[in-house]
Structures are given as C-alpha cells and as structure tokens.
C-alpha cells in the first residue's frame, strides 16, 4: 500500500524554510523522516529511507510526502514543521 501526506504553510515566506516530516509511533517514539530543503534538496532518514519521495511546490506554499510500500510498524501520526 502507498499514501501521499499533504502540508501547507502560511503567514511566512514558505521557499524560505526547509520542511521536515516526523512521525510519532504508538508508543511516542519521534523518528525523522525527511527534511525538504527549500531548494528542493531532499534528506531522508534511515527509517524509511529507500520507501519514501518528498517534494514541494513554493507556489502553493505546499510540501508533499510520499509513502509506498507500507508496513504495519508503518503505523504512526505523521507531522510536518518548520
């Protein structure tokens, strides 16, 4: 299975800042998954590394994340920060 997470930002200069995206598993554990420069450079952490895409659109103040392959240890509340 696959998901695409969505994030948008406002009330600052969005291409400025880089995106990161974490996420929580059940037990609280925060683990990185990517960091989204603002020149579309990408970071991605080890614990999904090879399964995930993130990208951004400056225009629309928007950062997308993409996830396939899912597993159930998968299962966790995804976030998106500045």
Known sequence: DSVNLSCHGSGYSFERYAVWWYRQTPNGTCE????????????????????????????????????????LQDSARYYCAV
């Not at 990517?34 to 991605?44: D, G, N, R, T, V």
């Not at 614990?47 to 994340?65: A, C, F, G, H, P």
């Open 32 to 71: 990185l998954v990517s960091i989204c420069w603002a020149l579309h450079k990408a970071f991605y952490g080890a614990v999904m590394e090879s399964r995930v895409t993130v990208s951004r659109d400056n225009s629309q103040s928007k950062s997308y994340l993409s996830l396939r392959d899912l597993h």
